[in-house]
């Protein structure tokens, strides 16, 4: 069965530090990569998604995602983190042909210290 | 803006009491999904829909029964509510049966059973 392994529950950042989290999943073969946000009390928000091509996929609110084959990963980073990217993300993972059916990591709770 | 929408943002029910999570989308879309998210899980999938009427069974339906009448409504039901479903429940929705589209969530609705 699939599974999304997000390592890291919590990731305390200063504002304006780089950002890295962290995303392994176990597939059978290579699923639709996906960053979901949600910020306190919201839904979650769609951040980049990685289908085919450019291993290196740039998203909103200046985040981007490497996907590496070889290491099952899909890490996403900002260079600079602002206070407000102060929110929980989530990496999913869907099987290629079979429609949006997400497989979600544990989530990484992001806090930004000013 | 494709919008999907829960009727509750939150619901304190009785043991036992029959629950109904209500979820409209507004953009004709095929697919709708209901998760579950709990603190350390992320969110896991309960069942889905890809056409009206039609349903099926996601990681943890045990518990829990759906219906889609229409096409942009999709609801959750817990035949008798017990403590240990006390969650976030998240819907979601997306175009097609095609992988390569996104899926759009609502805000939740954060049950509590007592």
């Known amino acids: 069965a699939q599974s999304v392994t997000q390592p890291d529950i919590h990731i305390t950042v200063s504002e304006g530090a780089s950002l890295e989290l962290r995303c392994n999943y176990s597939?059978?073969?290579?699923?639709?990569l996906f960053w979901y946000v949600q910020s306190p009390g919201q839904g979650l928000q769609l951040l980049l998604k990685?289908?085919?091509?450019?291993?290196l996929v740039q998203g909103i609110k200046g985040f981007e995602a490497e996907f590496k084959r070889s290491q099952s990963s899909f890490n996403l980073r900002k260079p600079s983190v602002h206070w407000s990217d102060a929110a929980e993300y989530f990496c999913?993972?869907?099987?290629?042909?079979?429609?949006?059916?997400?497989?979600f990591g544990g989530g990484t709770r992001v806090l930004v210290k000013p | 803006d494709v919008k999907v929408t829960q009727s509750s943002r939150y619901l304190v029910k009785r043991t036992g009491e029959k629950v109904f999570l209500e979820c409209v989308q507004d953009m004709d879309h095929e697919n709708m999904f209901w998760y579950r998210q709990d603190p350390g899980l992320g969110l896991r999938l309960i069942y889905f829909s890809y056409d009206v009427k039609m349903k099926e069974k996601g990681d943890i339906p045990e518990g829990y029964s759906v219906s889609r009448e229409k096409k942009e409504r999709f609801s959750l039901i817990l035949e008798s509510a017990s403590t240990n479903q006390t969650s976030m429940y998240l819907c979601?929705?997306?175009?097609?049966?095609?992988?390569?589209?996104?899926?759009?969530f609502g805000q939740g609705t954060r049950l509590t059973v007592v």
């Open positions: 597939y059978g073969a290579t699923p639709y």
């Open positions: 990685y289908f085919s091509g450019d291993t």
């Open positions: 999913a993972v869907a099987p290629r042909g079979a429609g949006n059916k997400l497989t």
């Open positions: 979601a929705s997306s175009l097609t049966w095609t992988a390569n589209t996104e899926a759009f």
